[in-house]
């Protein structure tokens, strides 16, 4: 018997509040690590000119910093990664979080050592968490070192930010900056991308949160 997914009204409420141009549809959880920001919802994904849309546009790059964002969780051995992304939307952005990707295959994961918590889509099946942390100056993970225009952790049209990415690895060897496809966790694909900037915003409420994985289950069943 196929099972139909029925959205409730709060939940598409909650989505048509936060929607945008291109907007995509995933959860974040807290783990037990640097910082908690509570259950939220993705509301946009920003990367590359070549494959983005004109308002998720980001300039970036990547070098090597000898800095620490999360000193309880930090590997000394390993090295930290600087990256740098620039406003190119025309918007001011808040609630940034940096999304590792999660493959299906177990080839291209992309792993680090300042987590806040996990990321996943809900249009994949199985959904897989991926590493991911709050970009800001705040906390215990103090990632995000420089802003260009004003220090208050609000992402301005034009702004530089430069955040650390700790004991950054990817398997197939990509740049923390690697922003070049759609989708982000398990929804992008390798070789293409390491890692995403999506925006999560607070989730409506834990029974919205809920319902927003039944329709997940609901899918997969179909």
Not at 83 to 96: A, F, K, M, P
Not at 112 to 132: C, Y
Not at 144 to 150: H, K, N, P, R, Y
Not at 178 to 188: L, Q, T
Request: proline share 6%; hydrophobic share 40%.
């Amino acid at each position: 018997m196929k099972t139909q997914a029925i959205a409730a009204p709060a939940v598409l409420t909650a989505l048509a509040f936060v929607a945008h141009a291109d907007p995509v549809q995933g959860i974040y959880t807290d783990s037990a690590s640097c910082d908690n920001h509570g259950n939220r919802i993705s509301t946009e994904e920003f990367g590359d000119p070549s494959v983005f849309g004109q308002t998720q546009w980001i300039r970036h790059a990547s070098t090597f910093t000898q800095d620490v964002a999360c000193p309880m969780t930090d590997d000394p051995t390993l090295p930290n990664s600087l990256v740098e992304i620039t406003n190119l939307t025309g918007r001011s952005l808040t609630d940034l979080f940096y999304v590792g990707d999660a493959s299906l295959t177990g080839i291209g994961n992309t792993t680090f050592s300042n987590v806040d918590g996990l990321a996943s889509q809900l249009t994949t099946t199985p959904p897989l968490a991926a590493l991911a942390f709050r970009i800001d100056s705040i906390g215990m993970n103090r990632n995000l070192v420089f802003e260009s225009i004003t220090a208050n952790n609000v992402f301005e049209p034009g702004e530089t930010w430069a955040f650390i990415v700790q004991d950054y690895h990817n398997d197939l060897g990509l740049a923390p900056d690697a922003f070049f496809s759609v989708g982000y966790a398990d929804g992008s694909p390798a070789p293409g991308s390491s890692a995403s900037i999506v925006q999560f915003v607070p989730a409506p409420g834990a029974a919205s949160l809920a319902a927003l994985g039944g329709l997940a289950i609901a899918r997969r069943r179909r």
